[in-house]
């Protein structure tokens, strides 16, 4: 669910009609870049307090609901995963929204979510390896992720890179 409701976030934001951006740079002098870029941190950080409210949420239900709860660093590990994976789909929603127009397209980037949970397991193939290379997720039977942090930092600088590039080429008008 949570994917799903960051997907919707970024969808929405990065939705044309939604897209004030003839506005602010007439009015302020703003560059595209700096306009996107600004726009792009902006959902992230909203991404980053939603993971991190989910975070309190769980540790205070935790530790108020259940008497042998112990924390563990473990639990901010994964929160950390949820956090880097929603944000790769979250891009991948605004990317996907920018080439189609449709805030229903957070539904398909859901929906590859979904399929790349099904498919992880612990003995994964070349093609199993091709499609969570591009879609990630956590492997909760052992929570971990297959190629580490530094695959999902690396695909969140190109999805950015990749927002940037198609919202310059698209027209605002």
Known sequence: MVILIISFVCSYNILLKNDQYSYLVLSSGYTRWQYLLSKIITILVMVFYFVLWLLIIFLFIGTVLIKQFVFKVDYLLMYLKILLIGIIYGLYSMLLTQIINNIFSCLIVFTINLISDMIIEENLGIIEKGIYLLFPNINFSNDRLIFGYSHL????????LGNLLVYFKKDLA
């Open 153 to 160: 930092v690396v695909l969140i600088i190109i999805l950015v």
